[in-house]
């Protein structure tokens, strides 16, 4: 994701939400009245920046996944095959000093 991508889901996701949130109250058959408007918007704007938090954490935590699947692939490399290193004696190189 480039760096225009980051930035305004930062803060094009905490809206989003807000609307879903509205939409989904009327849709379900609910009344909006001005007393639950106003306690869905503070606390929309409680969270509003652990929300922008989340696709940074997101980025991090699938970066955290591939570091430990390539340490574990590493860890579990069986030990080098000594029959295929062929040990050359410093006389035999074409490039002695």
């Not at 989003?16 to 379900?28: K, M, N, P, R, T």
């Not at 922008?52 to 430990?68: H, N, Q, T, W």
């Amino acid at each position: 994701m480039n760096g225009v991508g980051v930035v305004s889901s930062l803060y094009f996701f905490p809206a989003v939400l807000s609307a879903v949130v509205f939409a989904s109250y009327i849709g379900a058959g609910n009344y909006l009245s001005l007393d639950v408007a106003f306690t869905v918007i503070t606390l929309l704007n409680m969270i509003k920046d652990p929300l922008r938090a989340l696709p940074l954490f997101i980025g991090k935590f699938l970066e955290f996944l591939v570091s430990m699947k390539r340490i574990q692939s590493f860890l579990l490399v069986d030990e080098v095959n000594t029959t295929l290193i062929r040990k050359v004696d410093r006389e035999e190189t074409p490039f002695s000093i």
